[in-house]
């Protein structure tokens, strides 16, 4: 029976992408003399790469031109089979689309992600897994209402400017208009449990992150908390969502996939581990190889590792898990509580950080030569 290895990494952020890591362990088990099955399951956890990662699992790519965080047009991709769409906030919006040393803290929107949403329900999915993480905004998720059909306005009746600032003048908010979309299942893919306000909120918490100063924050917490009055107001009945867990992920686009769009949260490893059927890829396996860019107190937080961990040891029968990382700055005793058993990090290899990522391919691939020493070959 040949020996099979399952490599379900995510990315290394500003180094390697989760397919690069896969394919660099694959590389490095090989060069040992490793002659099995090595099994790539390119992972995220909402945040960027989630397209990629649903692709690598046998999605369909589909690109579109929509609104990017400051109004120019990008291209934005989504991932659609059998009705089902992955739908990645940071394609549309994300930091990285930003023009370079450029921030917009004020005034970055999230319509591209509602145009998004609209491309996949006209494409015919029927369940939209909306992975948040890595984005420029805090509106709130208003630019998203408003590219499907909202429509917000001033005291003098004016539309409202894009951006998380202008909330904080929003008199009227128009949903007449507002495309039906009771007919889709929503998930939101996130491993952020922040409400939308306060000091744990998105304002506060990811604001800084965005390029917002003190002053700013205040400025962003005053508008979320204006939107979240007048939305909840509009929606007579339904259930206020701004403390819900997830509500503030995403500059508070969580909040308006719960309160607008029914979304359920989510943790998105699981759903993305489901979506790849990563259960029936672990089968006959003798070896996980799990990761991400920083082992450290954040993974034990739901993040791929640790998702890729419980997975594993929930098959029957169940799957010893390693990891490979950049750094990694938790203890054994940490590692073994998430249900990893070693974890091997670059900088064991190569402590100078700006080196390491840069270099981060070939020691990634010397690191899978050691894994394959340790317990394959």
């Keep these: 029976m040949v020996e099979r290895v399952v490599v379900a990494s995510d990315k290394f952020k500003g180094s390697l992408s989760a397919i690069d890591v896969t394919a660099r362990v694959a590389a490095g088990l ?17 945040g960027d790469g989630t397209v990629d990662a649903a692709v690598a699992a046998g999605f369909e790519r589909v690109d579109i031109e929509v609104g990017g965080p400051v109004g120019t047009p990008v291209t934005a991709s989504f991932a659609l089979l059998d009705g089902t769409a992955v739908i990645e906030a940071a394609q549309a919006c994300g930091l990285t689309l930003l023009p370079p040393g450029e921030l917009a803290p004020l005034t970055a929107t999230s319509r591209g992600v509602g145009e998004l949403i609209l491309a996949a329900e006209r494409m015919g999915a029927k369940r939209i897994v909306l992975g948040v993480g890595g984005v420029a905004t805090t509106d709130g998720g208003a630019g998203l209402l408003q590219a499907l059909g909202a429509r917000l306005t001033d005291d003098k009746g004016r539309e409202l400017p894009p951006g998380g600032a202008a909330l904080a003048r929003l008199a009227t908010l128009d949903l007449t208009a507002l495309r039906d979309l009771s007919g889709v299942e929503f998930l939101l893919a996130s491993d952020v449990d922040n409400p939308l306000l306060g000091p744990s909120g998105a304002a506060a918490v990811y604001g800084p992150q965005k390029g917002a100063s003190p002053a700013e924050v205040r400025l962003l917490e005053a508008g979320l908390r204006r939107w979240a009055d007048l939305t ?39 759903l993305l581990l489901e979506l790849a059927s990563f259960g029936s890829r672990l089968d006959g396996a003798r070896l996980v190889i799990t990761g991400e860019g920083s082992l450290d107190a954040q993974t034990l937080h739901g993040k791929a590792p640790v998702g890729v961990a419980r997975a594993a040891a929930a098959h029957d029968p169940a799957v010893p898990v390693i990891a490979v990382a950049g750094r990694c700055t938790l203890t054994q005793d940490e590692l073994r509580a998430a249900g990893i058993t070693r974890a091997y990090a670059l900088s064991d290899l190569e402590p100078d950080l700006e080196l390491s990522m840069a270099n981060g391919g070939p020691l990634l691939e010397r690191l899978a030569e050691r894994i394959a020493a340790d317990w394959l070959v």
């Design 232 to 270: 909840e107001a509009a929606l007579a009945g339904s259930v206020p969502v701004r403390d819900a867990p997830g509500a503030g992920a995403a500059g508070g686009i969580g909040f308006t996939a719960m309160l607008f769009l029914g979304a359920r949260m989510r943790p998105g490893i699981e």
């Design 30 to 46: 090989a060069l040992a003399g490793f002659g099995g099955e090595v099994v790539p399951v390119p992972v995220a956890d909402g």
